[in-house]
């Protein structure tokens, strides 16, 4: 439209009701929408090097189909698109994903998303867990200098699962046991003085010296410092992968001793706990995915809807910066 065009558009706004302009909003959004997640197809177009079925990498266009460019594979000869393989593919409705990925940023609920969004609960819950399944991938590859770990314990629950296997109880109940037991699910998170975290749920019960093994010894630095509190099997685990290890006794009210403390950590999980407070109870099969979450919206590491629809294909900020 050429620029005469425009203002004869533009002053016949003026005459539009408020029903009607609020539908030419409603649709100016859409279009917004659709060409935002175009560029990230289009993104994903170009790095469409390999068929996500066999690895194949002799490839041709094959058109397209729904606004998404389509390739076929010489080798098995099947098509795909540029989503496919990613959480998104299959998924409709591509229009209303950034203003269900601000509904993430702003933590609301799935319904309080449905109903923002206008989308049913079911979608809601569909879409957050699919968006989210990548985004927990976010991860740091190494830490350095003075790492803190510690662990934290949220009740274990099986909600929305059909068939229980223990007794029912009040959601968002208490642990029939005091102190650290089965019932309870384990985050382990270890926190670098970067900021630098990496988080895992071990499963039920304390942590243990093979999980620590598992779980930290391919992400320290061999020069590391690890800090912890008295659990004794922190010295046991760092004396087997030969790292230094200073602990700190919490119990005892000594929460700083130079260098030597788990602030950082302990404050990571306090805001962690506030965080999922609001969801009243999460199911230990998806808590993975609202540590991812946590993660992505700790210290505003992602403030913008493309930004986490990018992250929801494994396309971090960090990494979009290199």
């Given at each position: 439209?050429?620029?005469?065009?425009?203002?004869?558009l533009?002053?016949q706004l003026?005459a539009l009701?408020?029903?009607?302009?609020?539908?030419?909003?409603?649709?100016?959004?859409?279009?917004?929408?659709?060409d935002?997640?175009?560029?990230?197809?289009?993104?994903f177009?170009?790095?469409?090097?390999?068929?996500?079925?066999?690895?194949g990498?002799a490839?041709?266009?094959?058109?397209?189909?729904?606004?998404?460019?389509?390739?076929?594979?010489?080798?098995?000869?099947?098509?795909?698109n540029?989503?496919?393989?990613?959480?998104?593919?299959?998924?409709?409705?591509?229009?209303?994903?950034?203003?269900?990925?601000?509904?993430?940023?702003d933590?609301?609920?799935i319904?309080?998303?449905?109903?923002?969004?206008?989308i049913?609960?079911?979608?809601?819950?569909?879409?957050?867990?699919?968006?989210?399944d990548?985004?927990?991938?976010?991860?740091?590859?190494?830490?350095?200098?003075i790492?803190?770990?510690?662990e934290?314990?949220?009740?274990?629950?099986?909600?929305?699962a059909r068939h229980?296997?223990?007794?029912?109880?009040?959601?968002?109940g208490?642990?029939?046991?005091?102190?650290?037991?089965?019932?309870?699910?384990?985050?382990?998170?270890?926190?670098?003085?970067?900021?630098q975290t990496?988080?895992?749920?071990?499963?039920?019960?304390?942590?243990?010296k093979?999980?620590?093994?598992?779980?930290?010894?391919?992400?320290l630095?061999p020069?590391?410092?690890?800090?912890?509190?008295?659990?004794?099997?922190?010295r046991?685990?760092?004396?087997?992968?030969?790292?230094?290890?200073?602990?700190?006794?919490?119990?005892?009210?000594q929460?700083?001793?130079?260098?030597?403390h788990?602030?950082?950590?302990n404050?990571?999980?306090?805001?962690?706990?506030?965080?999922l407070?609001r969801?009243h109870g999460?199911?230990?099969?998806?808590?993975?995915?609202?540590?991812?979450?946590?993660?992505?919206?700790?210290?505003?590491?992602?403030?913008?809807?493309l930004?986490?629809l990018k992250?929801?294909?494994?396309?971090?900020?960090h990494?979009?910066?290199?």
């Open positions: 439209m050429n620029m005469s065009g425009f203002q004869v533009a002053n003026a009701s408020v029903a009607q302009r609020e539908a030419i909003r409603e649709q100016l959004v859409q279009l917004s929408s659709k935002e997640v175009a560029e990230l197809a289009s993104m177009s170009a790095r469409c090097t390999s068929c996500p079925h066999c690895g990498t490839l041709y266009r094959h058109g397209q189909a729904h606004g998404l460019a389509r390739y076929r594979c010489r080798a098995c000869h099947k098509t795909f540029p989503l496919t393989g990613t959480p998104l593919a299959h998924l409709r409705l591509r229009h209303k994903w950034l203003s269900y990925h601000q509904c993430l940023l933590s609301l609920t319904r309080k998303s449905a109903a923002t969004v206008d049913s609960r079911n979608t809601s819950f569909r879409w957050r867990h699919r968006f989210l990548w985004v927990k991938n976010d991860r740091s590859e190494r830490l350095h200098g790492a803190e770990a510690d934290m314990y949220v009740l274990e629950s099986e909600k929305g229980l296997q223990r007794v029912a109880r009040k959601r968002g208490a642990a029939t046991q005091r102190g650290t037991s089965k019932e309870q699910v384990c985050v382990l998170v270890a926190r670098d003085r970067t900021g990496l988080n895992f749920v071990t499963g039920r019960g304390p942590v243990s093979a999980q620590l093994h598992q779980c930290l010894r391919p992400a630095d020069d590391i410092l690890l800090v912890s509190d008295l659990n004794a099997v922190y046991y685990f760092a004396r087997e992968a030969e790292i230094s290890y200073e602990s700190i006794n919490v119990h005892a009210k929460r700083v001793r130079g260098a030597i788990v602030q950082n950590v404050a990571y999980h306090s805001r962690c706990r506030q965080w407070r969801f999460v199911a230990t099969h998806y808590l993975a995915n609202y540590l991812g979450w946590q993660w992505a919206l700790d210290a505003h590491r992602i403030n913008a809807p930004e986490l992250a929801s294909v494994g396309v971090f900020p990494l979009a910066a290199t």
